[in-house]
Each structure stands twice: as C-alpha cells, then as structure tokens.
C-alpha cells in the first residue's frame, strides 16, 4: 500500500538555525499538509497546499514557516530560524482529492528538536 | 470549526469488542465523520469515515445515530495493537483541513 515518508526521522538543531524537513507524499494526491504536535499536545494543523500554492494556513504558521514542492514528489517545510518552542513532531499529510469523504494519509513524523 | 465530544480515557480487555463513542450535535449536513488513530511514536492513521449509514471496513465499523448527531466506532475484537488515541473528526465539506482534539486514549488489557 503507497504510503507518505518523511526524513529525517529525528533533527537535532541548535536555536537560530534553519531546518527543512522532507516529505514525499503518496504519488498521485493532490492536497498536502504540514501538521505539528508538541510533546503530550494535540496535533495541530500549520498549512495546507495545492496547486503550488497555500490554500490554508494557521495562526502557528507565520513567517519563520515556509512550505514548497521542489519538484513533482517532494514536499518541505522549512523553519528559517528556529526556536526552542518549534521543538515538537512534525507529520506531513497528502489526499487525492478535497472532498468530505477523501481522507488524510500521514507519515510517521519527524521529531525536530531545538537545542 | 465543527466540534466533537469524546471520553478522555476508554479501557477495554484484549479479544473484546470495543464501542468508541462521539457526540457532533453541531454536525451539518454535508459533514463526513471520520475517525483516526494514533498509535505511540506514528503519525495519525485514517480509520474510516461515514455520511449517514453505517460503514465496516477491515479496521473497524461505524455506527452512526439516525440524526447523526453521535457516532460509534466499533473494534469488534481488540487486540494488544490497538491501543491508540482515537480521534473523531468532522471533515467539512469545502475545507481541506482536519482539525485534531484530544481524542480517546484506549488502553487494552492482556
């Protein structure tokens, strides 16, 4: 079954220090997301891109954030300069299509941790 | 962003079924129900979803109240890997995004 991988599995960082996290989403989805999740907290939603553009983003993603798809299988997140508090996983998701009954399919994460 | 309630904790015993439930009073109607699950250390895994009829798929069933306001997800027999956190979650139609809660942490029991 395709399945969205994400590398690395785990960063170390130093704070202040711009970090890019890779994913490459199932081959033929359409919709992409970056979500985070802070040890012992909810998973939060950061942004979600289509067409080579954001379509959505939340009030977390502001401009230390920025998301890009290089070429036609990956997608990245990259933290331009980063903070203790961006310490947490981060799971990017991919769907077929935009659509009520279209589900997400996350990868396994990657663990960011900011000394 | 509609919202659903669910119990913090559920504890259910190995090769029993077990019954998940979620209240979406504020559901709309053209909101799908999906359900998700978080084992340790993974990225949240889709589970199923449903509109108005009951669904079974390899994972699970789903059960949902005729005025759709509640749902059930059903484990019809449990086992050790289950244990998760269980999120229900309404995918509004139009919006991309899923929006997580706490979710129902199920602990099974040898």
């Known amino acids: 079954e395709p399945e969205v991988t994400q590398t690395p599995s785990h960063q170390v960082t130093q704070m202040g220090q711009e970090v890019i996290l890779r994913c490459v989403p199932i081959?033929?989805?359409?919709?992409f997301y970056w979500y985070r999740q802070i040890l012992g907290q909810k998973v939060e939603f950061l942004v979600s891109f289509y067409n080579n553009e954001i379509s959505e983003k939340s009030e977390i993603f502001d401009d230390q954030f920025s998301v890009e798809r290089p070429d036609g299988s990956n997608f990245t997140l990259k933290i331009r300069s980063t903070k203790l508090e961006d310490s947490a996983m981060y799971f990017c998701?991919?769907?077929?299509?935009?659509?009520?009954?279209?589900?997400?399919?996350f990868g396994n994460g990657t663990r960011l941790t900011v000394t | 962003d509609a919202k659903t309630t669910q119990p913090n904790s559920m504890e259910s015993n190995e090769e029993e079924p077990v019954h998940l439930p979620c209240n979406h009073s504020?559901?709309?109607?053209?909101?799908?129900i999906h359900w998700y699950r978080q084992l340790p250390s993974q990225g949240p895994e889709y589970v199923i979803h449903?509109?108005?009829s009951n669904v079974n798929n390899r994972m699970a069933s789903l059960a949902i109240a005729e005025d759709r306001k509640s749902s059930t997800l059903i484990l019809h027999r449990a086992t050790l890997r289950d244990a998760a956190v269980y999120y229900c979650?309404?995918?509004?139609?139009?919006?991309?995004?899923?929006?997580f809660g706490q979710g129902t942490r199920l602990t099974i029991n040898p």
């Open positions: 504020t559901i709309s109607g053209t909101d799908y």
């Open positions: 979650i309404l995918k509004i139609q139009g919006a991309q995004k899923l929006v």
């Open positions: 998701a991919s769907s077929p299509e935009n659509r009520g009954d279209s589900p997400l399919h």
């Open positions: 081959s033929n989805h359409l919709y």
């Open positions: 449903g509109l108005t």
